[in-house]
């Protein structure tokens, strides 16, 4: 355990002043249940969310000279599950995380939003243990990588090329909305003509639009 704490933090960047806040950050809520633990990481997924979207926020406003529309977009893309995962992925992370049996057989460790939610967690124990400047800096090695973040605009590249293309205009149609208040998923596709050209999950309907609108985009351009 204490060779895995080191290990984790060295990909980190961040040396903890108080462990348990790392290890409580690693415990996805199945392995709690499993294990009979009173804690798992969803409080400091909940804070570091928050931490996350100010820091984000700020990072883009300073950089940017966009409208507010153009920025939440932005914003959207890197705060994404999708988006999250991959900055997860670059320092490992799913390697570290606890989860139950079960969630292990079903290849739970990839999934993105476990990955963005734990890597969310980690955020709040890093906020937790130090101060904002501390997560502004964390976060920022990952935004220097933001040309790995595609921030086109898929819904109105899509609106244009559905335009051009059947002289009408995409629907999008929530299928699934489940999760807790705090943490809600949404499920929409996206129609043209009656037909289903793509399908996007996320964390907001905005994030879930922009997902399907994306795959349906790239299959319109194949």
């Known amino acids: 355990m204490l060779d895995s704490i080191d290990c984790i933090q060295n990909l980190l960047g961040y040396k903890f002043k108080n ?11 199945s392995y709690a249940s499993e294990r ?38 932005i914003k959207a893309r890197i705060v994404s599950a999708k988006g999250l995962s991959a900055w997860a992925k ?37 906020f937790l243990d130090s101060d ?19 921030l086109i605009d898929y819904k109105s590249s899509l609106q244009e090329l559905v335009q051009a293309k059947f002289q009408t205009l995409p629907e999008y149609k929530v299928l ?8 809600k998923k949404f499920e929409i596709a996206v129609f043209i003509e009656g037909k289903q050209f793509g399908l996007g999950k996320g964390s907001s309907k905005k994030e879930a639009e922009q997902n399907s609108a994306e795959q349906a985009y790239r299959k319109l351009n194949n």
Not at 132 to 150: A, S
Not at 176 to 183: L, S
């Open 36 to 73: 009979g633990l009173e804690y798992c990481n969803e409080r400091m997924e909940f804070l570091g969310d928050s931490v996350l979207s100010a820091v984000v926020s700020l990072y883009l406003y300073t950089k940017y000279k966009d409208n507010e529309g153009k920025l939440s977009q």
């Open 176 to 183: 699934k909305e489940y999760g807790p208040d705090h943490d």
């Open 132 to 150: 904002f400047e501390q997560v502004k800096t964390f976060v920022g090695k990952f935004l220097l990588l933001k040309q790995d973040i595609d």
């Open 19 to 29: 462990l348990e806040l790392l290890k409580i950050a690693l415990v996805h809520r």
């Open 90 to 126: 670059k320092i490992k992370l799913d390697r570290f995380i606890f989860i139950s049996k079960s969630e292990e057989l079903n290849c739970a460790r990839q999934r993105d939003s476990l990955l963005c939610d734990s890597f969310e967690a980690v955020i709040g124990a890093i």
